[in-house]
Nanobody, 123 residues
């Protein structure tokens, strides 16, 4: 059984930082692309950042460019999203998703999802 679990969310002041983690089990983690999506109330789910099985990062949300960094540690079966200079617009539920090999922006192409971790940025 595949399990995807996010952690690291919380309440932070504007300008602060958080690091999200996503751990996946039950699949060959190194062979999967891992993606962060986010969704806030009343808005559509948005792709944020993806890292391919080869470790190439793909930015999908221009608003986080220069503030967020994605990385992965295959030995730990974990992906990370370092979020700096957070602002109110970053408040959302953040979801981790997995698909084989390559990054894609379409959420329908991701077979495995976590339950999400809430990020709230106070102004």
């Amino acid at each position: 059984e595949v399990q995807v679990v996010e952690s690291g969310g919380g309440l932070v002041q504007s300008g602060g930082s958080l690091r999200l983690s996503c751990t996946a089990s039950g699949l060959d983690f190194a062979d999967y692309a891992m993606m962060w999506f986010r969704q806030s109330p009343g808005k559509e789910r948005e792709g944020v950042y993806c890292i391919s099985k080869g470790g190439v990062a793909y930015l999908f949300a221009d608003s986080v460019n220069g503030r967020f960094t994605i990385s992965r540690d295959n030995a730990k079966r974990t992906m990370y999203l370092q979020m700096n200079e957070l602002n109110a617009g970053d408040s959302a539920m953040y979801y981790c998703a997995a698909r084989p090999a390559f990054c894609r922006g379409d959420s329908n192409l991701y077979a495995y999802w976590g339950q999400g971790t809430q990020v709230t940025v106070s102004s």
